[in-house]
Nanobody
């Protein structure tokens, strides 16, 4: 079973920066999608940024120009660099990774895993 471990959240002042990390571990054969979502109190979970096919990216309008999603394929890790943070960016951030797990020539299955969430608070 693929597990995700997130890190990098915290308290930052408006205009500051944070970098979130999400490392995937397990019998991973391929990764098809790596993304970040967030959920603020009283709101639904929303997409922040997603990376598919290794290089295609898509950002929420609120994230464009300020956030950058990237991956380290050797480490099965996805990052979210967040700059010019605003109070409205305050939320719990979750990573989502989809792909295929298994053992070559034995079995494989699709997986869709979520991280445990990391709190990002933007406040002075």
């Amino acid at each position: 079973q693929v597990q995700l471990v997130e890190s990098g959240g915290g308290l930052v002042q408006p205009g500051g920066s944070l970098r979130l990390s999400c490392a995937a571990s397990g019998s991973i054969l391929s990764l098809n999608l790596m993304g970040w979502y967030r959920q603020a109190p009283g709101n639904e979970r929303e997409l922040v940024a997603v990376l598919t096919g290794g290089s295609s990216t898509n950002y929420a309008d609120s994230a464009k120009g300020r956030f950058t999603i990237s991956r380290d394929s050797a480490k099965n890790t996805v990052y979210l660099q967040m700059n010019s943070l605003k109070p409205e960016d305050t939320a719990v951030y979750y990573c989502n990774v989809r792909g295929t797990e298994g053992r070559l020539f034995e079995y494989h299955r699709n997986f869709d895993s979520w991280g445990q969430g990391t709190q990002v608070t933007v406040s002075s």
